[in-house]
């Protein structure tokens, strides 16, 4: 009642897995990972035992096909299972038991490992397949658009409930105390995946880094129009003569930590452009 894709990016060294599914918080059951480490999905009666436990072995060494046959032997009821799997060198396994309901099945390649069962047909993994080798971008939005692809080719045949997509990268966590760069769950909404492409978005938004091209100078028009946003929800009292003072500056750096944007404030007069089309956008300047 699951599909998902694993993947691994050589360039970056992200590891990631993206999932949806006809299932409250999939997120909670389906991916693991660990940076330089591997990615695990374990779904269809899942045994969530298969994550920290193919990562300890992969930690070891051992191959994915090498951790998927010591999982599948160990557990009696391997036949109800289903997961995939990748390294940090980009070897990937995936497997299928006997027991699962159909359509189930899964695809491996380079860096990756789609899987899925109670789907609308093969069509789905081969999708995930086929998008994830052909679409540029960020391991992030290469795994979003993949599952985006599975969901436009039928998907779960029961429908969509939750999504979920984890990235890990050394010390990508918040303030770099972990290495959970990305961890967003949608767990309950009629559109999942569209939801997850939100919320990875405003990731970007708050926690992004700036673009140099996208850096540009606070002249008097772009200082009037951030007085005028701040005065209006009570951040800022002073004239709206648009100079960059320190009083407007003070009130901006307040106003931003309200709205997140603390991670992407600049020093002297400059703004990050995603930063003040967000603005424009939210409080509807324009």
């Known amino acids: 009642m699951t599909f998902s894709l694993v993947a691994f990016d050589p360039k970056t060294k992200e590891l990631g897995i993206a999932v949806e599914s006809k299932f409250l918080s999939v997120g909670a059951v389906v991916p693991w990972a660990s940076a330089g480490v591997g990615a695990i999905a374990t779904q269809s009666w899942a045994n969530t035992s298969y994550g920290p436990r193919g990562l300890r072995m992969l930690k070891q060494g051992m191959t994915p096909k090498q951790v ?72 992030a939005e290469r795994l979003v658009t993949a599952l985006a692809a599975g969901q436009a080719a039928g998907g779960d045949k029961r429908g969509q409930e939750s999504a979920a997509l984890l990235v890990v990268r050394e010390k990508g966590g918040y303030a770099g105390f972990n290495d959970r760069y990305i961890d967003l769950r949608v767990d309950d909404h009629p559109t999942p995946i569209d939801e997850l492409k939100r919320l990875l978005g405003l990731h970007r938004l708050y926690l992004g880094k700036t673009n140099p091209k996208d850096i540009l100078p606070i002249d008097s028009k772009i200082a009037r129009e951030l007085q005028t946003i701040m005065q209006a929800r009570g951040y800022y009292g002073g004239a709206l003569n648009g100079v960059w003072d320190e009083s407007t500056q003070n009130a901006f750096r307040e106003f931003a930590g309200v709205e997140n944007l603390e991670d992407r404030l600049l020093d002297g007069a400059r703004i990050d452009r995603v930063v003040l089309e967000f603005l424009r956008e939210r409080f509807d300047t324009l």
Do not use: E, P
């Open 68 to 139: 998927g046959a010591k999982l599948v032997v160990t557990d009696k009821n391997a036949h109800q299972r289903q997961f995939g799997m990748v390294d940090a060198k980009g070897r990937a396994f995936t497997y299928t038991g006997s027991g699962c309901f159909h359509w189930a099945g899964g695809i491996t390649g380079k860096n990756f490992a789609a899987q899925g069962n109670i789907l609308a047909g093969a069509a789905v993994v081969d999708a995930l397949a086929n998008t994830f080798t052909k679409t540029s971008g960020d391991l």
